[in-house]
């Protein structure tokens, strides 16, 4: 009866650290994906600093159009994509995006000047792979207690290869961000995170994103936030991890004396 008791104890122990487990994987889930019909775009503003911006550009071919995308860079027609071919594909989305991102900082337009395209493969052969193209710049800003950006994307891609357009604004330690909205500025609101589906209804919609930052004093290191109902779990698993250690000792004391 006790070894049957203790196999019970232990099982439900093992079903809570589990569900703990699975609990927090859902936490981990959400980030850029591919989509095996459609082309997913992430942009990202880091505010690096008072004067100081990192653009990260993300885009993702779903499984079709990367197959077009791949015959298309494929220009000896081998069914492979070499180094060099590669290499081109990169820079061809990286000087089509770079001209077509209209990007106003502080009531000037500029044009990114990206570091070398990162081309992310999944096999070399021209065939419906899922793949990527990283780009990233830095935007260095003249000294002022606060900078407006206005943002828009009007890279020219086939309507129906439109998936998930994302775009980010995040802090940094010596920045705040102060206002972030959709359409010209001045922003009214402070919205860190967009996200468009698809083609826009019409060529009046407007996808643009109006954002303003300043400098900030440094901020202390940020405690990671614990999930709801983490504090009881681990009680509670603690509680039976001593439980458990005890009806080992109690059965290990019993078949001593026996």
């Known amino acids: 009866m006790r070894k049957e008791s203790m196999r019970r104890l232990t099982l ?28 997913n775009r992430y942009v990202k503003f880091d505010l690096v600093a008072p004067n100081e911006i990192r653009l ?7 499984a079709a159009p990367a197959l077009a995308a791949r015959k298309l860079a494929d220009e000896n027609g081998d069914g492979r994509l070499d180094d060099r071919e590669i290499k081109l594909l990169g820079a061809r989305y990286a000087e089509q995006i770079g001209h077509a991102l209209a990007l106003d900082l502080d009531g000037a337009r500029w044009t990114p000047i990206f570091d070398s395209p990162q081309v992310g493969l999944a096999g070399s052969t021209v065939a419906p792979d ?5 780009l990233t710049a830095r935007i260095h800003l003249v000294p002022a207690p606060a900078h407006a950006f206005h943002f828009d994307d009007v890279t ?22 102060l206002t972030a909205d959709r359409g ?4 009214t609101q402070r919205i860190d995170h967009f996200v468009f589906s698809g083609a826009k209804f019409s060529a009046l919609e407007d996808r643009s994103i109006s954002f303003s930052f300043e400098g900030a004093a440094a901020k202390p290191t940020p405690v990671a936030p614990v999930p709801k109902n983490a504090s009881m779990k681990w009680i509670l698993l603690g509680g039976l991890g001593m ?16």
């Open 130 to 134: 899922p793949f990527s193209i990283d």
């Open 156 to 177: 020219s891609l086939p309507t129906s290869d439109l998936g998930e357009d994302e775009i980010r604004i995040t802090e940094g330690p010596e920045t705040r961000l």
């Open 184 to 187: 010209a500025p001045p922003a």
């Open 243 to 258: 439980m458990v250690t005890l009806g080992w000792l109690l059965l290990r004391r019993n078949s001593n004396h026996s």
């Open 12 to 39: 439900f122990a093992a079903a809570f650290v589990s569900l703990s487990l699975v609990d927090g994987a859902d936490d981990a889930m959400a980030h850029p994906e591919f989509k095996p019909q459609v082309i």
């Open 56 to 62: 990260a550009y993300t885009i993702m071919f779903g």
